[in-house]
């Protein structure tokens, strides 16, 4: 069924879009400062713009390619700066650190997978080419 892939890619896209919403605020470019992000103040909210344009993007199937290298290219630094497990020595956020990072891993594949296959039948870019 067509529909499941657009399911599937508005489902994967709702965690990007919504980054928009809090990749501003002064807590979460403190929080990122603190975890040792540079220019934390510059790259948080341009980090979120570019997971909310990537996220847009595949939802809507439009330059879905594009918008699956901008995820690719958000989740890269984010889970390796932000969610260093290895680093925890509290049992606690050890495993909270962990989970956040391989959840960012298999989006990191889904997004690869995305890049590879295009957009799907029930997309924009599929309206475009015909």
Same mark, same amino acid.
């Given at each position: 069924?067509?529909? !499941?892939? &657009?399911?599937?890619?508005? $489902? ?10 809090f990749?501003?605020?002064? /807590?979460?470019?403190s929080?990122?400062? /603190? ?7 510059? $790259?948080? #909210? &341009?980090?979120? =713009? ?7 993007? =595949?939802? %809507? ?14 989740? $890269?630094?984010? !889970? ?10 509290? #049992? ?12 960012? =891993?298999?989006? %990191?594949?889904?997004?690869?997978i995305? /890049? ?5 039948? &029930? ?8």
């Open positions: 069924m067509k529909i !499941t892939e &657009l399911i599937g890619r508005i $489902l994967f896209s709702i965690i990007f879009i919504r980054t928009i919403l990749h501003f605020s002064e /807590n979460v470019i929080y990122a400062s /603190n975890a040792g992000v540079p220019f934390a103040s510059t $790259l948080v #909210p &341009l980090s979120g =713009i570019m997971a909310f344009l990537g996220g847009l993007s =595949i939802a %809507l199937g439009y330059k879905t390619k594009t918008g699956a290298w901008l995820i690719i290219s958000f989740l $890269l630094p984010v !889970t390796f700066i932000m969610h260093p497990y290895w680093k925890e020595t509290d #049992p606690g956020k050890m495993e909270m650190q962990l989970t956040m990072f391989f959840k960012n =891993i298999s989006m %990191l594949g889904a997004a690869f995305i /890049n590879f296959f295009g957009p799907g039948p &029930l997309s924009i870019d599929k309206r475009h080419r015909k």
